[in-house]
């Protein structure tokens, strides 16, 4: 079974940095099969990339993708306000299918 | 505009079986295939199942011998029964579309909690 480890576990930064949140999996993942989530608090997840860098519909270009083989990275180049939660990677095509990460959670510093 | 809504009782007690359906709207279900997600309170987002329109389905094999789904075309909805309960299944559970291997968009999340 594919693990994936998100890093940091809390990522602590002001409006305006970038942030750089790192996903790692314990076995090599097509590109094609790596999303990242963002979860505010009482709601439900939302998609941000699918295919490692593919922005969801209404996503803004300051989250952007990358990564190959079991290292990937969600980075947003200049934070907003709106832009503090907690942060999931999500695999597909292991066992069990789909695979979430145990999150980042990005905080104001 | 699609849109996914939970429905099911909220208190489940220990040893029966936790019902939910997810209402979709504004997109058929015979399109795409359809996921139920949960996350304990404070905790990450577990995967339990998709299903698709015709009744074939693919399930977390850590849940698959509690775990029945399936829809329903005339209603346009599809569901999620866990037989045999406990606290541990105590969770937010979410209705998802499946998109490119990956989810989008989710239903509100429903809570659930597991006691006597």
């Known amino acids: 079974e594919t693990v994936l480890t998100q890093s940091p576990g809390t990522l602590s930064l002001s409006p305006g940095e970038r942030a750089t949140l790192s996903c790692r999996a314990s076995q090599s993942v097509s590109t094609n099969y790596l999303a990242w989530y963002q979860q505010k608090p009482g709601q439900a997840p939302r998609l941000l990339l699918y295919?490692?860098?593919t922005r969801a519909t209404g996503i803004p270009d300051r989250f952007s993708g990358s990564g190959s083989g079991t290292d990937f990275t969600l980075t947003i180049s200049r934070l907003e306000p709106e832009d503090f939660a907690v942060y999931y990677c999500q695999q597909y095509g292991g066992s069990p299918l789909y695979i979430f990460g145990q999150g980042t959670k990005l905080e104001i510093k | 505009q699609v849109q996914l809504q939970e429905s099911g009782p909220g208190l489940v007690k220990p040893s029966e079986t936790l019902s939910l359906t997810c209402a979709v709207s504004?997109?058929?279900?015979?399109?795409?295939?359809w996921s139920w997600v949960r996350q304990p309170p404070g905790k990450g987002l577990e995967w339990i199942g998709e299903?698709?329109?015709?009744?074939?389905?693919n399930y977390n094999p850590s849940l698959k011998s509690r775990v029945t789904l399936s829809a329903d075309k005339s209603k346009n909805q599809f569901s999620l029964n866990l037989t045999s309960v406990t606290a541990a299944d105590t969770a937010v559970y979410f209705c998802?579309?499946?998109?490119?291997?990956?989810?989008?968009?989710w239903g509100q999340g429903t809570l659930v909690t597991v006691s006597s």
């Open positions: 299903i698709y329109h015709s009744g074939r389905a």
């Open positions: 295919g490692t860098s």
């Open positions: 998802v579309r499946n998109g490119y291997y990956s989810g989008d968009p």
């Open positions: 504004g997109y058929s279900i015979t399109t795409n295939w």
